[in-house]
């Protein structure tokens, strides 16, 4: 039985060396119906899931310096979950923060390094 809290996956973000080309990709070439992002991201809705377009970083942006896809799960309660693990011994490498979009969202490291987003709705 869960009792943390996870509930499904809920972003995918992906890497992008060219975001107007691959946002039209997405669009056009896929179907994919535009998600609106109050941070002024791309997304796209594929189902509950959300698949988000982040640009490679460049001198001074804040975007992706990876080409790994980044992980967003939704969970019942993310502040909650965050003092739990880090009560387990989980490495909490991103603190949750409130987005203006109204999400508590923070982030984890597993076993190998690779960070784990989350994120519940505030309220």
Same mark, same amino acid.
């Given at each position: 039985?869960?009792?943390?809290?996870?509930?499904?996956?809920?972003?995918?973000?992906?890497?992008?060396?060219?975001?107007?080309?691959?946002?039209?990709?997405?669009?056009?070439?896929?179907?994919?119906?535009?998600?609106?992002?109050?941070?002024? +991201?791309? !997304?796209?809705?594929? =189902?509950? $899931?959300?698949?988000?377009?982040?640009?490679?970083?460049?001198?001074? #942006?804040? *975007?992706?310096?990876?080409?790994?896809?980044?992980?967003?799960?939704?969970?019942?309660?993310?502040?909650?979950?965050?003092?739990?693990?880090?009560?387990?011994?989980?490495?909490?490498?991103?603190?949750?923060?409130?987005? +203006?979009? !109204?999400?508590?969202? =923070?982030? $984890?490291?597993?076993?190998?390094?690779?960070?784990?987003?989350?994120? #519940?709705? *505030?309220?």
């Amino acid at each position: 039985m869960d009792t943390l809290g996870w509930q499904a996956l809920k972003v995918v973000a992906l890497a992008v060396d060219d975001l107007a080309r691959a946002e039209d990709f997405y669009r056009t070439r896929l179907g994919l119906e535009r998600r609106p992002q109050a941070d002024g +991201d791309v !997304g796209f809705a594929l =189902g509950d $899931l959300t698949i988000l377009l982040k640009p490679l970083a460049g001198p001074g #942006s804040g *975007a992706e310096k990876s080409r790994y896809p980044r992980l967003t799960v939704a969970v019942a309660d993310a502040p909650r979950l965050a003092r739990e693990l880090a009560a387990r011994g989980v490495t909490i490498s991103d603190a949750v923060q409130l987005y +203006d979009d !109204g999400y508590w969202v =923070g982030a $984890l490291l597993d076993s190998e390094g690779n960070k784990l987003w989350f994120c #519940s709705e *505030a309220g």
